[in-house]
Nanobody
Framework: QVQLVESGGGSVQAGGSLRLSCAASGRTFESYAMGWFRQAPGAEREFVAGIRWSGAFMSLADSAMGRFTIYRDNAKNTVYLQMSSLKPEDTAVYFC?????????????????WGQGTQVTVSS
């Protein structure tokens, strides 16, 4: 019922910036929490950032604090992850996700819908 499509990934040099987009369709999302996760080769999927579809609450992983920002454009049903000061360790496939209920959690298993992922590669 809910479809999520990520875009905006690519290859950048360390210190560069990227903005990832997650376009959502199929439902209204006032009772949803949205999240960004990433998965590097050989690693588990980890939480990066989360935001309620409505309201001001958001959450960032420690690794993202001070460098990444999550925000919404509700009119476009789109959630963004603005990434700055990128480091090689940020290299991963980035996924957007949605869960029913407004509470943001960091556990991937709690999310109900997932996009296909977009690759981010940061080189030194």
């Amino acid at each position: 019922q809910v479809q999520l499509v990520e875009s905006g990934g690519g290859s950048v040099q360390a210190g560069g910036s990227l903005r990832l987009s997650c376009a959502a369709s199929g439902r209204t999302f006032e009772s949803y929490a949205m999240g960004w996760f990433r998965q590097a080769p050989g690693a588990e999927r980890e939480f990066v950032a989360g935001i309620r579809w409505s309201g001001a609450f958001m959450s960032l992983a420690d690794s993202a604090m001070g460098r990444f920002t999550i925000y919404r454009d509700n009119a476009k049903n789109t959630v963004y992850l603005q990434m700055s000061s990128l480091k090689p360790e940020d290299t991963a496939v980035y996924f957007c996700a949605a869960k029913q209920g407004v509470g943001i959690t960091t556990a991937a298993r709690e999310y109900d819908y997932w996009g296909q992922g977009t690759q981010v590669t940061v080189s030194s």
